[in-house]
């Protein structure tokens, strides 16, 4: 069965300091990796994305993730978080089952940037 | 281009009611998945309809059901409502042709609580 663990579910942090979100899935075939981001009142909206490639991923704001297959790990990370990156991240992982997508969303991991 | 949109934004409804919640796609988007979003469970995934034909289910009861019309637009369904159906429901579109390397586009859901 895929699974998708966040084991992060509360980060709180001071403005300009380093952030790393820990993504690990399970699943025994092909993925495809996201990370999606639901800000105070907003839509949740696609941060970043891997299908295949550079393992190493950039997304909007500053954002990256790299894909470490060894470790079934998609750790989303940014070198400075801002006040305005408060939101709530999701993980999830897609696969083709039988030529359709399934889809599986971690729980969510809630960042509070102090300022 | 215009969004997902999701009608209607907020409910409230007694237990043992039962309602049904409308998601209107990206235009051009042929495939409607439909989720629930508790703090407790993170996103969890109900179903997808595709081309009116629904293609992929996750483990809801059959109390939770869905539609969709040949122009793309879904309708969930949820009867004899419980307490615990209290949730953010969440439509996402996509195209639907590519067998799990889509992004998905959310809409601002539709929060239902059940009193």
């Known amino acids: 069965a895929q699974s998708v663990s966040q084991h992060n579910h509360h980060v709180i942090l001071s403005e300009a300091a380093s952030l790393e979100l820990g993504c690990n899935y399970s699943y025994g075939g092909t993925v495809n990796l996201f990370w999606y981001v639901q800000y105070p009142g907003q839509h949740l909206q696609l941060l970043l994305k891997y299908f295949s490639g550079d393992p190493l991923v950039k997304g909007i704001k500053g954002f990256e993730a790299e894909f470490i297959k060894s470790k079934f790990s998609f750790n989303l990370r940014k070198p400075s978080v801002q006040w305005s990156d408060t939101a709530e991240y999701f993980c999830a992982v897609t696969s083709n089952s039988g030529g359709y997508q399934k889809v599986t969303f971690g729980i969510g991991t809630k960042l509070q940037v102090i300022p | 281009k215009a969004g997902v949109t999701q009608t209607p934004r907020y409910l409230i409804k007694t237990r043992g009611q039962q309602v049904t919640l409308s998601c209107s796609p990206i235009?051009?988007?042929?495939?409607v998945s439909w989720y629930q979003q508790t703090p407790g469970q993170g996103l969890q995934f109900l179903f997808e309809?595709?081309?009116?034909?629904?293609?992929n289910k996750g483990n809801f009861p059959g109390r939770f059901s869905g539609r969709q019309f040949s122009n793309s637009r879904s309708e969930m369904n949820v009867s004899t409502l419980e307490l615990g159906d209290s949730a953010l429901y969440l439509c996402?579109?996509?195209?639907?042709?590519?067998?799990?390397?889509?992004?998905?586009?959310f809409g601002p859901g539709t929060r239902l609580l059940v009193l």
């Open positions: 309809y595709f081309s009116e034909t629904q293609r």
């Open positions: 996402a579109s996509s195209f639907g042709t590519s067998g799990g390397s889509e992004t998905q586009y």
């Open positions: 235009s051009g988007h042929r495939s």
